[in-house]
Protein backbone atom coordinates (compact mmCIF):
# COMPACT_ATOMS: atom_id res chain seq x y z
CA UNK A 1 0.00 0.00 0.00
CA UNK A 2 1.59 3.73 -0.81
CA UNK A 3 1.79 5.89 2.52
CA UNK A 4 0.04 8.91 0.66
CA UNK A 5 3.10 11.14 2.61
CA UNK A 6 5.79 8.94 1.64
CA UNK A 7 9.24 10.87 0.73
CA UNK A 8 9.28 11.40 -3.36
CA UNK A 9 11.54 8.88 -5.06
CA UNK A 10 15.18 8.84 -5.22
CA UNK A 11 16.29 11.62 -6.87
CA UNK A 12 18.10 15.12 -6.43
CA UNK A 13 15.51 17.75 -6.69
CA UNK A 14 16.56 20.46 -8.11
CA UNK A 15 17.60 23.39 -6.11
CA UNK A 16 13.88 25.79 -6.18
CA UNK A 17 12.32 22.75 -5.22
CA UNK A 18 13.24 23.01 -1.66
CA UNK A 19 11.23 23.19 0.97
CA UNK A 20 8.93 26.22 0.87
CA UNK A 21 9.52 28.47 4.31
CA UNK A 22 6.60 29.20 5.55
CA UNK A 23 5.06 30.55 8.29
CA UNK A 24 2.54 28.17 9.95
CA UNK A 25 2.93 24.58 10.62
CA UNK A 26 2.59 22.22 7.08
CA UNK A 27 -0.91 20.93 8.56
CA UNK A 28 -1.59 24.29 8.78
CA UNK A 29 0.10 25.27 5.31
CA UNK A 30 -1.60 22.53 3.17
CA UNK A 31 -4.81 23.39 4.42
CA UNK A 32 -4.19 27.14 3.17
CA UNK A 33 -3.23 26.04 -0.27
CA UNK A 34 -6.25 23.38 -0.49
CA UNK A 35 -8.42 26.43 0.41
CA UNK A 36 -7.00 28.57 -2.56
CA UNK A 37 -7.66 25.89 -4.84
CA UNK A 38 -11.45 25.77 -3.38
CA UNK A 39 -11.79 29.47 -3.65
CA UNK A 40 -10.04 29.73 -7.29
CA UNK A 41 -11.94 26.60 -8.75
CA UNK A 42 -15.25 28.57 -7.73
CA UNK A 43 -14.41 31.66 -9.11
CA UNK A 44 -13.51 30.00 -12.10
CA UNK A 45 -16.59 28.15 -12.53
CA UNK A 46 -18.53 31.58 -11.79
CA UNK A 47 -16.84 33.22 -14.96
CA UNK A 48 -17.17 29.99 -17.34
CA UNK A 49 -21.63 30.89 -16.30
CA UNK A 50 -21.18 34.42 -16.37
CA UNK A 51 -19.78 34.27 -20.41
CA UNK A 52 -22.72 31.23 -20.97
CA UNK A 53 -25.63 33.56 -19.87
CA UNK A 54 -24.04 37.18 -21.33
CA UNK A 55 -23.55 35.41 -23.82
CA UNK A 56 -26.80 33.48 -24.59
CA UNK A 57 -28.42 36.94 -23.73
CA UNK A 58 -26.68 39.50 -26.45
CA UNK A 59 -26.06 36.86 -28.66
CA UNK A 60 -29.09 34.30 -28.29
CA UNK A 61 -29.14 30.49 -28.74
CA UNK A 62 -27.99 29.73 -25.70
CA UNK A 63 -26.70 25.84 -26.87
CA UNK A 64 -24.34 27.24 -29.27
CA UNK A 65 -23.20 30.07 -26.85
CA UNK A 66 -22.65 27.18 -23.91
CA UNK A 67 -20.59 24.92 -26.50
CA UNK A 68 -18.29 27.65 -27.94
CA UNK A 69 -17.51 28.47 -24.16
CA UNK A 70 -17.32 25.27 -22.66
CA UNK A 71 -14.98 23.75 -25.91
CA UNK A 72 -12.69 26.62 -26.37
CA UNK A 73 -12.51 26.99 -22.21
CA UNK A 74 -11.44 23.28 -21.94
CA UNK A 75 -9.00 23.49 -24.74
CA UNK A 76 -7.18 26.65 -23.75
CA UNK A 77 -6.96 25.20 -19.54
CA UNK A 78 -5.01 22.19 -22.00
CA UNK A 79 -2.77 24.84 -22.99
CA UNK A 80 -2.37 26.83 -19.97
CA UNK A 81 -1.27 23.70 -17.91
CA UNK A 82 1.61 22.87 -20.61
CA UNK A 83 2.46 26.39 -20.53
CA UNK A 84 2.54 26.44 -16.22
CA UNK A 85 5.42 23.60 -16.34
CA UNK A 86 7.82 26.30 -17.19
CA UNK A 87 7.07 28.63 -14.78
CA UNK A 88 7.12 26.09 -11.68
CA UNK A 89 10.56 27.46 -10.89
CA UNK A 90 8.84 30.35 -10.17
CA UNK A 91 5.60 29.07 -8.58
CA UNK A 92 4.70 31.80 -6.08
CA UNK A 93 5.54 34.64 -8.16
CA UNK A 94 3.65 33.13 -11.11
CA UNK A 95 0.58 32.08 -9.47
CA UNK A 96 0.20 35.44 -7.58
CA UNK A 97 0.48 36.52 -11.35
CA UNK A 98 -2.04 34.31 -12.61
CA UNK A 99 -4.50 34.86 -9.96
CA UNK A 100 -4.32 38.99 -10.63
CA UNK A 101 -4.30 38.34 -14.36
CA UNK A 102 -7.27 35.84 -14.17
CA UNK A 103 -9.67 38.37 -12.00
CA UNK A 104 -9.08 41.38 -14.19
CA UNK A 105 -9.96 39.14 -17.09
CA UNK A 106 -12.70 37.60 -15.72
CA UNK A 107 -14.37 40.36 -13.55
CA UNK A 108 -14.25 42.65 -16.57
CA UNK A 109 -15.48 40.18 -19.14
CA UNK A 110 -18.99 40.94 -18.55
CA UNK A 111 -18.56 44.56 -18.93
CA UNK A 112 -16.23 44.55 -21.44
CA UNK A 113 -18.49 41.88 -23.48
CA UNK A 114 -21.95 44.21 -22.99
CA UNK A 115 -20.00 47.20 -24.13
CA UNK A 116 -19.04 45.88 -27.24
CA UNK A 117 -22.70 44.42 -28.02
CA UNK A 118 -23.98 47.70 -27.15
CA UNK A 119 -21.35 50.11 -28.84
CA UNK A 120 -20.56 48.68 -31.80
CA UNK A 121 -23.19 45.74 -32.23
CA UNK A 122 -25.16 48.49 -34.97
CA UNK A 123 -22.17 48.90 -36.88
CA UNK A 124 -22.64 46.35 -39.21
CA UNK A 125 -19.58 44.37 -41.21
CA UNK A 126 -17.06 42.60 -39.01
CA UNK A 127 -18.37 44.68 -35.90
CA UNK A 128 -21.61 43.27 -36.23
CA UNK A 129 -19.78 39.78 -34.97
CA UNK A 130 -17.82 41.41 -31.76
CA UNK A 131 -19.59 39.90 -29.37
CA UNK A 132 -19.10 36.84 -30.69
CA UNK A 133 -15.11 36.74 -30.99
CA UNK A 134 -15.08 38.73 -28.22
CA UNK A 135 -16.51 35.84 -26.25
CA UNK A 136 -13.71 33.16 -27.94
CA UNK A 137 -11.25 35.70 -26.90
CA UNK A 138 -12.13 35.52 -22.99
CA UNK A 139 -12.78 31.70 -23.17
CA UNK A 140 -9.50 31.51 -24.57
CA UNK A 141 -7.62 33.80 -22.21
CA UNK A 142 -9.73 32.46 -18.81
CA UNK A 143 -9.32 29.17 -20.01
CA UNK A 144 -5.76 29.40 -20.28
CA UNK A 145 -5.30 31.59 -16.53
CA UNK A 146 -7.25 28.67 -15.11
CA UNK A 147 -5.63 25.45 -16.30
CA UNK A 148 -2.18 27.61 -15.29
CA UNK A 149 -3.79 27.37 -12.05
CA UNK A 150 -3.34 23.36 -10.64
CA UNK A 151 0.20 22.65 -12.07
CA UNK A 152 1.72 26.07 -10.19
CA UNK A 153 -0.58 24.66 -6.56
CA UNK A 154 0.68 21.56 -7.24
CA UNK A 155 4.25 22.02 -7.35
CA UNK A 156 3.55 24.99 -4.09
CA UNK A 157 1.57 22.13 -2.10
CA UNK A 158 4.78 19.74 -2.75
CA UNK A 159 7.31 22.68 -1.53
CA UNK A 160 5.25 22.52 1.81
CA UNK A 161 5.26 19.04 2.48
CA UNK A 162 6.70 16.05 -0.17
CA UNK A 163 4.49 13.20 -1.03
CA UNK A 164 2.84 10.93 -3.66
CA UNK A 165 1.80 12.32 -6.85
CA UNK A 166 -1.66 10.63 -7.08
CA UNK A 167 -2.21 11.44 -3.44
CA UNK A 168 -1.21 15.44 -4.09
CA UNK A 169 -3.58 15.05 -7.50
CA UNK A 170 -6.23 13.70 -5.36
CA UNK A 171 -6.44 16.42 -2.76
CA UNK A 172 -6.09 19.57 -5.13
CA UNK A 173 -8.52 17.76 -7.41
CA UNK A 174 -11.11 17.27 -4.65
CA UNK A 175 -11.38 20.71 -3.18
CA UNK A 176 -11.03 22.32 -7.08
CA UNK A 177 -14.20 19.82 -7.70
CA UNK A 178 -15.94 21.21 -4.42
CA UNK A 179 -15.08 24.61 -5.85
CA UNK A 180 -16.39 24.27 -8.47
CA UNK A 181 -19.84 23.03 -7.25
CA UNK A 182 -20.05 26.04 -5.09
CA UNK A 183 -19.40 28.41 -7.46
CA UNK A 184 -21.83 26.83 -9.91
CA UNK A 185 -24.84 26.77 -6.92
CA UNK A 186 -23.69 30.67 -6.41
CA UNK A 187 -24.02 31.85 -9.96
CA UNK A 188 -27.93 31.02 -10.42
CA UNK A 189 -29.00 31.52 -6.78
CA UNK A 190 -26.81 34.31 -5.47
CA UNK A 191 -25.11 36.67 -7.58
CA UNK A 192 -27.48 36.20 -10.19
CA UNK A 193 -30.56 37.61 -8.79
CA UNK A 194 -29.03 39.74 -5.94
CA UNK A 195 -26.19 41.26 -7.74
CA UNK A 196 -26.89 40.93 -11.53
CA UNK A 197 -24.35 40.12 -14.35
CA UNK A 198 -21.76 42.81 -13.90
CA UNK A 199 -21.66 43.19 -10.36
CA UNK A 200 -21.47 39.53 -9.23
CA UNK A 201 -18.70 39.17 -11.82
CA UNK A 202 -16.71 42.07 -10.53
CA UNK A 203 -17.09 41.00 -6.97
CA UNK A 204 -16.14 37.27 -7.82
CA UNK A 205 -12.67 38.93 -9.84
CA UNK A 206 -12.47 40.92 -5.94
CA UNK A 207 -12.73 37.67 -3.95
CA UNK A 208 -10.00 35.74 -6.49
CA UNK A 209 -7.78 38.43 -6.36
CA UNK A 210 -7.69 38.72 -2.83
CA UNK A 211 -7.42 34.51 -2.23
CA UNK A 212 -4.24 34.94 -4.33
CA UNK A 213 -2.45 37.10 -2.82
CA UNK A 214 -3.06 36.59 0.61
CA UNK A 215 -1.88 32.91 -0.26
CA UNK A 216 1.41 33.98 -1.93
CA UNK A 217 2.23 37.19 0.06
CA UNK A 218 0.79 35.47 3.46
CA UNK A 219 2.01 32.13 2.84
CA UNK A 220 5.12 31.99 0.53
CA UNK A 221 6.28 35.30 1.22
CA UNK A 222 9.65 33.85 1.58
CA UNK A 223 9.93 32.53 -1.48
CA UNK A 224 9.66 35.98 -3.37
CA UNK A 225 12.21 38.42 -3.94
CA UNK A 226 11.88 41.78 -2.06
CA UNK A 227 11.07 43.37 -5.70
CA UNK A 228 8.62 40.26 -6.55
CA UNK A 229 7.29 41.24 -3.50
CA UNK A 230 6.55 44.71 -3.89
CA UNK A 231 5.49 44.05 -7.57
CA UNK A 232 2.63 41.34 -6.89
CA UNK A 233 1.65 43.88 -3.68
CA UNK A 234 1.19 46.21 -6.38
CA UNK A 235 -0.76 44.48 -8.61
CA UNK A 236 -2.94 43.36 -6.72
CA UNK A 237 -4.02 46.56 -5.08
CA UNK A 238 -4.49 47.94 -8.68
CA UNK A 239 -6.55 44.84 -10.19
CA UNK A 240 -8.77 45.24 -6.50
CA UNK A 241 -8.81 49.34 -7.53
CA UNK A 242 -10.22 48.91 -10.86
CA UNK A 243 -12.59 46.28 -9.87
CA UNK A 244 -14.03 48.75 -7.01
CA UNK A 245 -14.01 51.35 -9.20
CA UNK A 246 -16.25 49.75 -11.78
CA UNK A 247 -18.15 48.10 -9.45
CA UNK A 248 -18.84 51.93 -8.08
CA UNK A 249 -19.84 53.19 -11.37
CA UNK A 250 -21.74 49.90 -12.68
CA UNK A 251 -25.18 51.66 -12.56
CA UNK A 252 -24.28 54.40 -14.61
CA UNK A 253 -22.67 52.35 -17.04
CA UNK A 254 -25.73 50.43 -17.50
CA UNK A 255 -27.75 53.18 -18.09
CA UNK A 256 -25.04 54.46 -20.72
CA UNK A 257 -25.62 51.10 -22.43
CA UNK A 258 -28.92 50.64 -22.37
CA UNK A 259 -29.10 54.49 -24.25
CA UNK A 260 -26.51 52.76 -26.76
CA UNK A 261 -28.89 49.83 -27.35
CA UNK A 262 -32.48 51.06 -27.03
CA UNK A 263 -31.64 55.06 -27.44
CA UNK A 264 -32.27 57.63 -24.97
CA UNK A 265 -35.92 57.09 -24.38
CA UNK A 266 -35.57 54.37 -22.02
CA UNK A 267 -38.42 54.53 -19.48
CA UNK A 268 -38.41 51.22 -17.64
CA UNK A 269 -35.74 48.44 -17.11
CA UNK A 270 -36.13 45.76 -15.10
CA UNK A 271 -34.41 42.12 -14.66
CA UNK A 272 -37.48 39.49 -13.91
CA UNK A 273 -36.54 36.30 -12.88
CA UNK A 274 -37.13 35.32 -16.66
CA UNK A 275 -35.40 38.03 -19.10
CA UNK A 276 -34.63 42.18 -19.38
CA UNK A 277 -37.52 44.00 -20.05
CA UNK A 278 -36.88 47.81 -21.35
CA UNK A 279 -39.94 50.27 -22.06
CA UNK A 280 -39.03 53.23 -24.29
CA UNK A 281 -41.54 55.84 -25.52
CA UNK A 282 -44.42 56.98 -24.28
CA UNK A 283 -48.52 57.38 -25.09
CA UNK A 284 -48.09 61.31 -25.43
CA UNK A 285 -46.69 61.29 -29.17
CA UNK A 286 -43.65 59.14 -29.19
CA UNK A 287 -44.06 55.33 -30.23
CA UNK A 288 -44.09 52.82 -27.47
CA UNK A 289 -40.98 50.20 -27.96
CA UNK A 290 -40.99 46.65 -25.71
CA UNK A 291 -37.37 44.84 -26.02
CA UNK A 292 -37.38 41.35 -23.80
CA UNK A 293 -33.45 40.42 -23.68
CA UNK A 294 -32.45 42.96 -26.53
CA UNK A 295 -35.15 42.71 -28.96
CA UNK A 296 -37.52 44.55 -30.06
CA UNK A 297 -40.48 42.74 -29.03
CA UNK A 298 -43.15 45.49 -29.50
CA UNK A 299 -43.17 48.44 -31.71
CA UNK A 300 -45.88 51.18 -31.39
CA UNK A 301 -45.23 51.74 -35.25
CA UNK A 302 -46.90 48.89 -36.50
CA UNK A 303 -47.67 46.02 -33.22
CA UNK A 304 -51.39 46.34 -34.01
CA UNK A 305 -50.92 44.66 -37.95
CA UNK A 306 -48.88 42.21 -36.51
CA UNK A 307 -51.77 41.08 -33.70
CA UNK A 308 -54.57 41.36 -36.54
CA UNK A 309 -52.76 39.41 -38.86
CA UNK A 310 -51.59 36.84 -36.17
CA UNK A 311 -55.27 37.45 -34.10
CA UNK A 312 -58.20 37.94 -36.99
CA UNK A 313 -57.78 34.57 -39.56
CA UNK A 314 -58.38 32.67 -36.17
CA UNK A 315 -61.32 34.45 -34.97
CA UNK A 316 -62.90 32.68 -38.34
CA UNK A 317 -65.66 30.52 -37.10
CA UNK A 318 -66.55 29.80 -33.18
CA UNK A 319 -64.30 31.92 -30.99
CA UNK A 320 -66.48 31.66 -27.43
CA UNK A 321 -63.35 30.50 -25.77
CA UNK A 322 -59.78 31.96 -26.59
CA UNK A 323 -57.03 30.43 -25.05
CA UNK A 324 -53.21 32.49 -25.29
CA UNK A 325 -50.14 31.11 -25.06
CA UNK A 326 -47.34 33.86 -24.54
CA UNK A 327 -48.72 37.26 -25.32
CA UNK A 328 -48.02 38.72 -21.64
CA UNK A 329 -48.27 42.30 -23.04
CA UNK A 330 -51.78 42.04 -23.66
CA UNK A 331 -52.15 42.97 -27.29
CA UNK A 332 -53.03 39.71 -28.63
CA UNK A 333 -56.04 39.44 -25.99
CA UNK A 334 -57.23 43.17 -27.19
CA UNK A 335 -57.64 41.97 -30.60
CA UNK A 336 -59.27 39.08 -29.50
CA UNK A 337 -61.91 40.95 -27.25
CA UNK A 338 -62.51 43.16 -30.14
CA UNK A 339 -64.46 40.32 -31.31
CA UNK A 340 -68.37 39.85 -30.66
CA UNK A 341 -69.30 36.25 -29.02
CA UNK A 342 -65.87 36.18 -27.32
CA UNK A 343 -66.82 34.79 -23.47
CA UNK A 344 -63.87 33.80 -22.08
CA UNK A 345 -59.98 34.60 -22.65
CA UNK A 346 -57.17 32.16 -20.77
CA UNK A 347 -53.28 34.13 -21.12
CA UNK A 348 -50.62 31.50 -19.70
CA UNK A 349 -47.54 33.50 -19.77
CA UNK A 350 -44.60 32.85 -17.60
CA UNK A 351 -43.51 36.14 -16.60
CA UNK A 352 -45.53 37.76 -14.13
CA UNK A 353 -43.84 40.55 -14.41
CA UNK A 354 -44.27 41.52 -17.46
CA UNK A 355 -48.10 40.62 -17.09
CA UNK A 356 -47.71 43.37 -13.70
CA UNK A 357 -46.39 45.86 -16.50
CA UNK A 358 -49.23 45.46 -18.90
CA UNK A 359 -51.28 45.73 -16.23
CA UNK A 360 -50.02 48.87 -14.81
CA UNK A 361 -47.68 50.91 -16.63
CA UNK A 362 -49.80 53.67 -17.99
CA UNK A 363 -47.86 53.92 -21.84
CA UNK A 364 -48.36 49.78 -22.01
CA UNK A 365 -51.84 49.26 -20.52
CA UNK A 366 -53.19 51.98 -22.89
CA UNK A 367 -51.55 50.09 -25.70
CA UNK A 368 -53.57 47.09 -24.80
CA UNK A 369 -56.52 48.11 -24.23
CA UNK A 370 -56.79 47.48 -20.18
CA UNK A 371 -57.68 44.06 -20.83
CA UNK A 372 -56.36 43.01 -17.96
CA UNK A 373 -59.46 44.74 -16.09
CA UNK A 374 -61.74 42.94 -18.72
CA UNK A 375 -63.06 39.88 -16.29
CA UNK A 376 -63.29 37.71 -19.16
CA UNK A 377 -59.46 37.38 -19.62
CA UNK A 378 -57.86 35.24 -17.00
CA UNK A 379 -54.09 35.14 -16.63
CA UNK A 380 -51.82 31.85 -15.65
CA UNK A 381 -48.28 32.61 -14.49
CA UNK A 382 -46.98 29.16 -16.36
CA UNK A 383 -44.57 27.70 -18.81
CA UNK A 384 -46.63 26.98 -21.36
CA UNK A 385 -45.49 23.84 -22.12
CA UNK A 386 -46.08 22.18 -18.85
CA UNK A 387 -49.15 24.05 -18.32
CA UNK A 388 -50.99 22.63 -21.76
CA UNK A 389 -49.90 19.06 -20.57
CA UNK A 390 -52.17 19.55 -17.47
CA UNK A 391 -55.16 21.38 -19.62
CA UNK A 392 -58.21 19.48 -19.94
CA UNK A 393 -58.84 18.48 -23.34
CA UNK A 394 -61.32 19.75 -26.17
CA UNK A 395 -61.43 23.30 -24.16
CA UNK A 396 -60.77 25.70 -26.72
CA UNK A 397 -62.49 27.00 -29.59
CA UNK A 398 -58.86 29.02 -30.17
CA UNK A 399 -55.64 28.72 -29.32
CA UNK A 400 -53.01 31.74 -29.96
CA UNK A 401 -49.25 30.69 -29.75
CA UNK A 402 -47.68 34.42 -29.81
CA UNK A 403 -44.06 33.37 -28.55
CA UNK A 404 -40.55 34.97 -29.40
CA UNK A 405 -39.27 33.45 -33.02
CA UNK A 406 -37.95 30.03 -32.88
CA UNK A 407 -34.33 29.42 -32.74
CA UNK A 408 -33.56 30.02 -29.40
CA UNK A 409 -33.01 27.05 -27.23
CA UNK A 410 -35.09 28.00 -24.73
CA UNK A 411 -38.25 28.70 -27.03
CA UNK A 412 -37.31 25.45 -29.17
CA UNK A 413 -39.47 22.91 -26.99
CA UNK A 414 -42.40 25.50 -27.66
CA UNK A 415 -42.28 25.13 -31.79
CA UNK A 416 -42.04 21.00 -31.17
CA UNK A 417 -43.99 18.62 -32.67
CA UNK A 418 -45.06 17.54 -29.17
CA UNK A 419 -46.05 21.35 -28.26
CA UNK A 420 -48.44 21.69 -30.88
CA UNK A 421 -49.69 17.93 -30.62
CA UNK A 422 -50.91 19.46 -26.66
CA UNK A 423 -52.28 22.65 -28.88
CA UNK A 424 -54.32 20.39 -31.08
CA UNK A 425 -55.63 18.19 -28.37
CA UNK A 426 -56.93 21.28 -26.21
CA UNK A 427 -58.90 22.37 -28.92
CA UNK A 428 -62.54 21.22 -29.63
CA UNK A 429 -64.34 20.24 -32.71
CA UNK A 430 -63.89 22.74 -35.84
CA UNK A 431 -61.04 24.61 -32.76
CA UNK A 432 -58.43 26.77 -34.97
CA UNK A 433 -54.45 26.97 -34.01
CA UNK A 434 -52.79 30.52 -35.23
CA UNK A 435 -49.13 30.69 -34.56
CA UNK A 436 -46.64 33.09 -34.80
CA UNK A 437 -43.69 31.18 -37.45
CA UNK A 438 -40.74 34.06 -36.95
CA UNK A 439 -39.35 35.85 -40.03
CA UNK A 440 -40.94 34.47 -43.32
CA UNK A 441 -38.99 35.84 -45.46
CA UNK A 442 -35.16 36.29 -43.42
CA UNK A 443 -35.31 32.86 -42.01
CA UNK A 444 -37.60 30.81 -44.41
CA UNK A 445 -36.25 27.43 -43.50
CA UNK A 446 -37.15 27.66 -40.01
CA UNK A 447 -40.82 29.12 -41.06
CA UNK A 448 -41.56 26.25 -43.23
CA UNK A 449 -39.56 24.04 -40.62
CA UNK A 450 -42.76 25.58 -37.70
CA UNK A 451 -45.25 24.57 -40.46
CA UNK A 452 -44.02 20.95 -41.14
CA UNK A 453 -43.88 20.56 -37.60
CA UNK A 454 -47.83 21.44 -37.22
CA UNK A 455 -48.20 19.06 -40.03
CA UNK A 456 -46.52 16.53 -38.47
CA UNK A 457 -48.88 16.72 -35.56
CA UNK A 458 -51.65 16.15 -37.18
CA UNK A 459 -53.03 19.31 -38.31
CA UNK A 460 -53.94 20.90 -41.46
CA UNK A 461 -51.93 23.93 -42.21
CA UNK A 462 -52.69 27.67 -44.33
CA UNK A 463 -49.29 29.42 -43.47
CA UNK A 464 -49.33 33.45 -44.49
CA UNK A 465 -47.20 36.39 -44.18
CA UNK A 466 -47.74 39.86 -43.39
CA UNK A 467 -45.59 43.21 -43.15
CA UNK A 468 -45.42 46.37 -41.09
CA UNK A 469 -44.63 49.96 -42.05
CA UNK A 470 -41.11 50.83 -42.01
CA UNK A 471 -39.95 52.01 -38.53
CA UNK A 472 -37.63 54.71 -37.55
CA UNK A 473 -34.07 54.05 -38.35
CA UNK A 474 -35.36 50.96 -40.54
CA UNK A 475 -35.43 50.86 -44.20
CA UNK A 476 -37.32 47.96 -44.56
CA UNK A 477 -41.08 46.63 -42.97
CA UNK A 478 -41.12 44.03 -40.37
CA UNK A 479 -41.13 40.70 -41.77
CA UNK A 480 -43.92 38.32 -39.81
CA UNK A 481 -44.65 34.31 -40.67
CA UNK A 482 -47.57 32.89 -39.31
CA UNK A 483 -49.46 29.58 -40.03
CA UNK A 484 -53.51 29.14 -39.38
CA UNK A 485 -53.95 25.36 -38.63
CA UNK A 486 -56.89 23.03 -37.80
CA UNK A 487 -57.49 19.16 -37.22
CA UNK A 488 -59.52 18.83 -40.69
CA UNK A 489 -59.51 20.92 -43.38
CA UNK A 490 -56.62 23.95 -43.95
CA UNK A 491 -58.67 27.16 -42.74
CA UNK A 492 -58.93 30.10 -45.51
CA UNK A 493 -56.55 33.31 -45.01
CA UNK A 494 -57.23 36.66 -46.68
CA UNK A 495 -55.63 36.81 -49.96
CA UNK A 496 -53.84 39.85 -48.87
CA UNK A 497 -51.76 37.63 -46.56
CA UNK A 498 -50.12 35.71 -49.23
CA UNK A 499 -48.33 32.58 -48.34
CA UNK A 500 -44.41 33.38 -48.55
CA UNK A 501 -42.41 32.05 -51.45
CA UNK A 502 -40.71 29.70 -52.30
CA UNK A 503 -42.20 26.79 -50.09
CA UNK A 504 -39.43 24.82 -48.90
CA UNK A 505 -40.53 21.16 -48.57
CA UNK A 506 -38.56 18.22 -47.58
CA UNK A 507 -37.86 19.54 -44.02
CA UNK A 508 -38.08 17.30 -41.15
CA UNK A 509 -40.17 18.19 -37.94
CA UNK A 510 -38.57 19.63 -34.97
CA UNK A 511 -38.89 17.47 -32.01
CA UNK A 512 -37.78 17.31 -27.86
CA UNK A 513 -35.02 15.35 -28.92
CA UNK A 514 -33.92 17.09 -31.85
CA UNK A 515 -34.96 20.70 -32.57
CA UNK A 516 -34.73 21.57 -36.42
CA UNK A 517 -34.60 25.47 -35.87
Keep these: MIDPHAPAPPGTPPPWRAPARIPVRQATGRFLVLAG ?3 CAACGLVYELELVALASYLIGDSVTQASVVLSVM ?9 VAKRLRRHAAAAFGAVEATLALVGGGSAMALYAVFAWTGDWG ?9 LLVAFSLAIGLLIGAEIPLLMELIQRIRRQDAGGAVADLFAADYVGALVGGLAFPFLLLPFLGQLTGALLTGAVNVVAGGVLVLGLFRRDLTCRARRLLLVANLVVLGLLAGAAAHVDDFERAARQAVYGGEVRVAVHTGVQEVVLTGDADGRPLHLFLNGRLRISGHDERRYH ?18 GGGDGMAAREVLRHPGVRRVDVVE ?6 WLADRDPALSTLNGRVYDDPRVRVTTADAFRWLREAPTATYD ?3 SDLPDPGGTASSKLY ?5 GLASRALD ?6 VHAGQAAARPRAFWTVDTTIRAAGLRTSPYSASGVPDAGHESASDWGFVLAAPEFPPPVRPDWPAPTPRITGLPASTLMHPRY
Excluded at 350 to 355: N, P, R, V
Excluded at 416 to 420: D, K, L, T, V
Design 416 to 420: SQEFY
Design 429 to 434: DGGRLA
Design 74 to 82: VFAMGIGSL
Design 37 to 39: VFV
Design 350 to 355: LDAELL
Design 398 to 400: VVI
Design 308 to 325: QALVRPAMKGPHARVLIL
Design 125 to 133: GLCADGPRW
